[in-house]
């Protein structure tokens, strides 16, 4: 696609509920990344993707947060038992892992756990 | 490990006043070094970057950082402010282009007509 693509760009879920976030990155890119923006907190590297492996895990927050990438496009995000705490913006983003170049952002998901 | 300090979390200038949004970075090796902006309820866009070669680098919408070295800085510039720049502004760093890059936690600019 054009950009990279994220949905749900909203998504309000119950304490305790498992959600998924996913991300369309730009064709062509292999590296893919997922950050979480907080309030106040600027943005909280996650994981990131090297095609289908995940090199770095270490920004997971907790074993409740998991992801996946598939066919070295699409990834997916997912919480489970969601605590009011997860609440923020997911943001994803993807770069051509041959060019020492920026990484491209998606809009976001904003979870809201209630 | 690699950081980046963003000094002041909220600036506010004059429409037409020059920008001046801090950044500090730490790395044992040379970084990359970017500036993004996040405008509300949007991603977050490149500015302008650093990765070799000069080191004045110039970005959209007027923008300007210079990396120095011997300061470990990355500071950001805009010689006259709009009312349009109003965003989060955001600085990363990375020593490769494939690694995560750590960011900095944002400065929001304001400005004032």
């Known amino acids: 696609g054009a950009g990279v693509s994220q949905s749900p760009s909203n998504k309000v879920t119950e304490k305790g509920k498992d959600v998924e976030l996913r991300c369309d990155p730009i064709?062509?890119?292999?590296?893919l990344y997922w950050y979480r923006q907080s309030l106040g907190q600027g943005l909280e590297f996650l994981i990131y993707f090297q095609g289908n492996s995940a090199p770095d895990k270490s920004g997971l927050p907790s074993d409740r947060f998991s992801a996946e990438r598939t066919g070295g496009s699409v990834s997916t995000l997912t919480i489970q038992r969601t605590q009011q705490e997860d609440s923020a913006v997911y943001l994803c983003?993807?770069?051509?892992?041959?060019?020492?170049?920026?990484?491209?952002f998606g809009q976001g998901t904003r979870l809201t756990v209630v | 490990a690699q950081s980046v300090t963003q000094l002041g979390s909220h600036v506010s200038v004059s429409e037409g006043a020059l920008v001046l949004l801090r950044c500090n970075y730490s790395?044992?090796?040379?970084?990359?070094l970017f500036w993004y902006v996040q405008y509300p309820n949007q991603g977050l866009q490149l500015l302008l970057k650093?990765?070799?070669?000069?080191?004045l680098v110039k970005g959209i919408n007027g923008f300007e950082a210079e990396f120095k070295k011997s300061e470990t800085s990355f500071h950001l510039t805009k010689p006259s402010a709009h009312m349009s720049d109003a965003a989060e502004y955001f600085c990363a760093v990375s020593y490769s282009g494939n690694t995560p890059l750590v960011f900095g936690k944002g400065t929001r600019l304001s400005v004032i007509a």
């Open positions: 983003a993807s770069s051509p892992v041959y060019q020492n170049t920026e990484a491209f």
């Open positions: 650093y990765t070799t070669g000069a080191t």
């Open positions: 790395s044992s090796v040379p970084p990359y």
């Open positions: 064709s062509g890119h292999t590296a």
